[in-house]
C-alpha cells in the first residue's frame, strides 16, 4: 500500500457541513460591505518579497520569521503573502485608484501564510476579511471603518462577546516627544532588558511595549503612556473618535499599551478581542496608517484600516454555540412509499426555483432513517408526502423548531416555508 499523503502542518481541509458556515459569514460579511459602499478588491496570493520587507516592516515578527518566501526560477524573491494591507495599497498606487474617487472604500477575503507554531485557533494558512479606507484623514473615516466590523459582529449576534480595545500612537510629532520620554524611563534599566528590546532602545523602542519577554513586560508596567503625550491635534483626533463611537453606541475600552510600533502607524490603533477565545484572543487588529502609502511610493495619502481572523470568527461563533444558526435547509422532503417519488421530484425543484433550500433521500430509506436525516442537516422544516395526501394534494408540514406538524395544501406549504403564511 502507498503512504497516505496528509496536508501540510497548520493548514486545514475546510470540509462540507464547514463550508455552509462559511459562506454563510461570507454572505453576511459581503452584505454589510455592499450596505456601506465597499467594493471587493482580490489581489495575487503572492508578491514581490520587498512589497512586505517594506510594507510590514523588517523588525516585525511575521517579515523576520514567519513569511514564505522562495525564488522563481528567475531569481526573483517571492512571498505567499502574510497579510493584504500592503498589496491592497500596492494595487491602489500601481492601478492609480485615488483617481476614481477621493475616497477609495475596500474589502477583500483570502487566503493567508505565515510560519508560525501551529495551535488552535493559529495556522500557517488561514484566511482573513478585511476593510481599507484610503483617502480621508477625519476622525469620523475612523468610525465609519471600525463601525463596519461592529456591523458584522452584530448580524452575526455575536458583538456582546467582543471587545473593542482602542488607543492613539499620535501622530509623528507626537510619538518624537514621547520616544524620549520613553528612553529616559528605560535607560536606568537598559541592561537586563532582552537583547531584542536593547537593540531597539535605540531605533524603536516603542516596541519595547510589544514585547512578549516577561522580564521587559514587568520593567514597562508603569512606564509614562503615549496618551499623555499626545499633542493637541492628535488628541483632538482621538476625542472626536471616541465621541463618535459612543454616538454610536458602540461600546470600548481604551487601552494605553496598545501600540504599533511601525512608523507609519499614526492616531487610532484598535484591536476586538473576545474571551472566549483562550490564548488567542484577538479577532481582529486594525489602525490608522497615514504614512505608508507614502512610504511604498505612492503619495501622501491617509488610510485606516483593519483585518479579522475568519477561523477566529467562527471559533467565536461556535463557543457561543452560534454558529448552527449559519446552516440549515429550508426544507426536507420525507417520502414515506417509492411511489411517490415521481411528485417528489418535481416537487422539489419548484421549491428550489422558489428559492429555498431543499433536500430529499436518494437512498430510499426508511422515514425513520429520512427524519433522522432532516435532523443533521439542520432543516427548518419536514414536508411529509404521503400516499393519501398525495391523491388530494396535500401534504404533512412539521415545523423542526416547535416540532407542530398539520395537514395542508401543497401551495400552503410553500407559502408557510418561504415565511409569507
Ligand atoms: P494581524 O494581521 O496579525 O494583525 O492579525 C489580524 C487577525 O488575523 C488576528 O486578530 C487573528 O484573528 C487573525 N490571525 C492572525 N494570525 C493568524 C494565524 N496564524 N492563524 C489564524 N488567524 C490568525
Redesign the pocket.
Known amino acids: 500500500m502507498p503512504d497516505k499523503i496528509q496536508r501540510i502542518k ?1 493548514t486545514n481541509d475546510i470540509l462540507p457541513g464547514e463550508t455552509e458556515k462559511w459562506q454563510a459569514l461570507e454572505r453576511v460579511i459581503q452584505t454589510v460591505m455592499m450596505r456601506s459602499a465597499y467594493s471587493e478588491i482580490r489581489t495575487p496570493i503572492f508578491e514581490k518579497t520587498e512589497l512586505f520587507a517594506r510594507g510590514v516592516g523588517e523588525d516585525t515578527d ?1 517579515v523576520s520569521k514567519e513569511m514564505y518566501s522562495f525564488e522563481d526560477k528567475g531569481g526573483t524573491s517571492i512571498t505567499l503573502r ?2 493584504l ?1 500592503a498589496p491592497v495599497v500596492r494595487s491602489y498606487i500601481q492601478n492609480n485608484l485615488q483617481q476614481i474617487a477621493p475616497t477609495t472604500k475596500v474589502w477583500y477575503h483570502g487566503p ?1 501564510f ?1 510560519q ?1 507554531r ?1 495551535q488552535k ?4 494558512q ?3 476579511f ?1 476593510a481599507e479606507t484610503i483617502g480621508s484623514p477625519f476622525p469620523e473615516t475612523d468610525v465609519e471603518t471600525i463601525g463596519l466590523y461592529w456591523e458584522i459582529l452584530t448580524e452575526l449576534g455575536i458583538s456582546d462577546a467582543v471587545v473593542l480595545k482602542i488607543n492613539s500612537v499620535g501622530d509623528e510629532a507626537s510619538r518624537e516627544t514621547y520616544r524620549q520620554v520613553l528612553r529616559e524611563f528605560l535607560r536606568p534599566n537598559l541592561g537586563e532588558m532582552s537583547e531584542t528590546s536593547q537593540r531597539r532602545f535605540e531605533t524603536n523602542p516603542l516596541r519595547i511595549l510589544d514585547s512578549k519577554d516577561p522580564g521587559d513586560k514587568a520593567m514597562t508596567d508603569h512606564a509614562p503612556k503615549l496618551v499623555d503625550y499626545l499633542n493637541e491635534s492628535s488628541e483632538r483626533h482621538y476625542k472626536s473618535v471616541l465621541e463618535l463611537l459612543s454616538s454610536l453606541e458602540i461600546p470600548y475600552e481604551q487601552d494605553d499599551r496598545l501600540v504599533r510600533g511601525l512608523d507609519y502607524y499614526t492616531h487610532t490603533a484598535f ?3 473576545s474571551d472566549v477565545l483562550g490564548a ?1 484572543d ?5 489602525g490608522r496608517y497615514d504614512g505608508l502609502i507614502e512610504e511604498l511610493g505612492g503619495g501622501k495619502v491617509p488610510a485606516i484600516g ?8 467562527l471559533l467565536v461563533m461556535e463557543a457561543l454555540e452560534k454558529s448552527q444558526s449559519l446552516t440549515g435547509l429550508d426544507c426536507y422532503l420525507a417520502i414515506p412509499g417509492d411511489e411517490q417519488r415521481p411528485t417528489a421530484t418535481t416537487l422539489i425543484r419548484e421549491w428550489r426555483r422558489a428559492g429555498l433550500s431543499c433536500d430529499t433521500d436518494l437512498q430510499r430509506r426508511s422515514l425513520k432513517a429520512q427524519m433522522r436525516e432532516a435532523n443533521r442537516q439542520n432543516a427548518r422544516f419536514v414536508v411529509i408526502l404521503g400516499e393519501s395526501e398525495r391523491k388530494n394534494g396535500s401534504v404533512q408540514l412539521k415545523s423542526m423548531e416547535t416540532g407542530a406538524q398539520s395537514e395542508m395544501s401543497i401551495a400552503a406549504a410553500l407559502k408557510m416555508m418561504l415565511g409569507q403564511a
Open positions: 497548520g511575521i502574510p497579510e494591507t493567508l505565515r508560525e501551529p485557533g493559529r495556522y500557517r488561514f484566511y482573513q478585511g484591536e476586538f478581542t488567542q484577538a479577532v481582529c487588529g486594525g483593519w483585518a479579522s481572523g475568519t477561523e477566529r470568527l
